[in-house]
């Protein structure tokens, strides 16, 4: 009997070269490449492949596109526009059809290549056609109602791509057993289909990424850390009230923010001013790789209050630099760092101030800390190899020219 033949989907803006979002990506990648499964033929898919990509001898670009609908000529483009203005009825012209057929092709297309696609990061591409879905977050369901999870039609957005794209999954992806749990609790998955694949640090932690202090510090600074993007989930307002607390045990105590602006930085901004810690507090914005290797290495700990897990990426990168870690007592992060890190409810700035005074004297005393994670890429290809070997089985149930479906 022959390998299963899966398809690994790459995106089109792939570049291996970046570090930061593309780290995890990269790695995972990589390693695939390298890796010897067992029951496994491995081929990478894409729409159009980067400039960049090298992997040539397993490597296959799509030829039937998806379906783009024509462009319409000017005058019917601006009777569209005049019509929408006023809201008034136009004639629209039924593409389903088309579709419909692109979409054949397509399938057909791929069960020529390979039996089924496996999506390494959250997406799906085609879904008329056997895939393995990755599962990081259901955030619009397991925390409070944030604005990024539940305006502007964002929750209806993701309520519609959850319960289409996941159902329909032949097997799921979940970076944690956590994970895996609220995946059953909230979208009712069967638990049979879902295969717990760790996350793992990124690339920060090879030694080929030399840690490189941002010009904004001096070697002597004496500070905690929280690299996140300004979303109102990340909590920065109640980090700053127990940083207000912490100033009075640690008064020569500074806290980095780095990260980019997500819609929130500016009211983050005014209320550091309010609470008068513009002296005490310094945001760095987006910092390179090496940089934020450098504050690991020099922080007196990384302090995470965020409201949305299971999991986070930078606990991991924290724990494998020897960094001390402070954070939010999410189960996710519990099964991530279980007595490693200093957990503190993210709601209330007085226990996490308690927490973060608690981890800085600690560090300070030279106690050490005890770190054995399962978080790491060699467990999360073994993972993957298990379950592709699974799936080989239910796979292989139906050919690729049937007609039943």
């Known amino acids: 009997m022959r390998k299963l033949r899966v398809g690994i989907w790459v995106n089109e803006d792939y570049q291996p070269e970046k570090g930061g979002g593309f780290g995890y990506y990269s790695q995972l990648i990589n390693a695939i490449y390298d890796y010897a499964f ?35 000529p000017l005058r019917n ?21 088309e579709k419909e057929r692109i979409n054949e092709l397509i399938k057909d297309e791929m ?44 929750y209806e957005s993701r309520k519609q791509h959850h319960d289409i794209f996941l159902q329909k999954a032949l097997m799921v992806f979940s970076e944690s057993e956590h994970g895996k749990q609220e995946a059953i609790k909230y979208l009712n998955l069967n638990e049979k289909r879902i295969k717990v ?21 001096s070697n002597d600074l004496f500070f905690i850390h929280y690299p996140a993007q300004f979303w109102s989930h990340k909590n920065h307002y109640n980090l700053l009230l127990a940083f207000k607390i912490v100033l009075s045990n640690f008064p020569n105590l500074k806290l980095i923010f780095s990260g980019s602006d997500k819609g929130n930085k500016d009211y983050i901004l005014k209320l550091i001013e309010e609470l008068k810690l513009s ?8 910092v390179k790789i090496e940089e ?36 939010s007592n999410l189960e996710g992060h519990k099964e991530q760092l279980v007595d490693y890190a200093y957990y503190f409810d993210p709601l209330k700035p007085k226990e996490m101030a308690e927490m973060i005074i608690k981890m800085i004297e600690d560090k300070q005393n030279g106690e050490s800390r005890l770190y054995n994670s399962k978080f790491n890429i060699k467990n999360a ?10 799936i080989k089985s239910v796979r292989f149930c139906w050919g690729t020219n049937d007609k039943i479906f």
């Not at 483009?77 to 059809?97: E, G, P």
């Not at 090879?206 to 510090?217: F, G, H, M, T, V």
């Open 279 to 286: 002296n005490e507090v310094l945001d760095l914005g987006f």
């Open 197 to 217: 694949v760790p996350i793992f640090p990124s690339e920060i932690i090879n030694e080929k990424i030399i840690a490189s202090k941002p010009d904004k510090l």
């Open 111 to 154: 069960y020529k290549v390979v039996d089924l696609i496996y999506y390494p990061i959250p997406g799906c591409l085609i879904d008329n056609f056997p895939y393995i879905y990755t599962l990081w977050d259901i955030g619009h369901l397991s925390m409070y109602a944030f604005p990024e999870v539940s305006m502007n039609k964002v």
């Open 38 to 72: 067992a029951d496994a033929e491995i081929i990478f898919i894409s729409k159009k492949f980067s400039s960049l990509w090298d992997k040539k001898d397993k490597s296959y670009e799509i030829q039937t596109l998806d379906f783009i609908p024509p462009v319409l």
């Open 381 to 390: 290809l073994n993972q993957i190899d298990s379950a592709f070997s699974e």
């Open 77 to 97: 483009r601006i009777l569209k526009k005049v019509a929408d203005k006023f809201r008034l009825q136009t004639i629209t012209v039924d593409y389903s059809k």
């Open 292 to 327: 934020l290797k450098w504050i690991y290495i020099n922080s007196q700990g990384l302090v995470m209050p965020t409201f949305l897990g299971p999991t986070n990426m930078p606990l991991l990168e924290a724990a494998e630099l020897g960094c001390f870690v402070a954070c």
